[in-house]
């Protein structure tokens, strides 16, 4: 299939990231980490998805040795009570917080190349005051950025400017409910 598409692409037009799945979890594919359909082919885009419950360094990292371009972790909430509302009742807040950084990380260690956007949602199901939800995406940006600048350190990056106020603004300026950070 992905031949298929790479043959024809002159014809199809621009090609977003190709997708092996639609709706669900794809990491519950058992041959996920030999995935021999996900090969280096430079004309071909590929995504993954994840809820990140079944993120690990095994999964990650032959994601990353596969050629996968981007990767989407739906992280979805800012703290543990706003979690709750996933209706996930076998994921922890604390444990997917913690396979997000283990697959950024993972990125880092092995400089690999995916382009890696996490997704936090910032809805009106919490049934709590728009500036309690706001102050819990706050607490949560300051938590990833403090993350950030320890990685930095770790592995001796550059590091670059994290601004909790301009990317509020930005996401508080948005007309959607989602907020996505690279």
């Given at each position: ?44 885009p ?10 690990t ?49 993972r ?49 001796g ?26």
């Amino acid at each position: 299939m992905i031949d298929e598409i790479a043959e024809k692409r002159s014809w199809l037009g621009p090609l977003y990231p190709f997708k092996l799945h639609q709706m669900g979890e794809p990491m519950l594919h058992p041959d996920l980490p030999g995935d021999r359909g996900l090969r280096r082919e430079p004309r071909v885009p590929f995504e993954r998805n994840t809820n990140c419950g079944l993120i690990t360094q095994e999964r990650i990292d032959a994601l990353y040795r596969a050629g996968l371009t981007n990767l989407i972790l739906s992280y979805q909430t800012p703290d543990a009570e706003s979690f709750r509302t996933r209706k996930a009742p076998r994921l922890a807040f604390e444990d997917t917080r913690d396979k997000v950084r283990l697959a950024v990380e993972r990125k880092v260690v092995l400089r690999a190349e995916p382009n890696i956007e996490s997704t936090l949602m910032n809805t009106n199901t919490w049934k709590v005051p728009d500036r309690q939800r706001r102050l819990a995406g706050d607490r949560a940006r300051l938590d990833w950025i403090a993350f950030c600048q320890e990685l930095e350190r770790r592995h001796g990056l550059t590091p670059r400017r994290h601004d909790l106020r301009g990317r509020s603004a930005a996401s508080a300026s948005s007309t959607g409910d989602e907020d996505s950070g690279r």
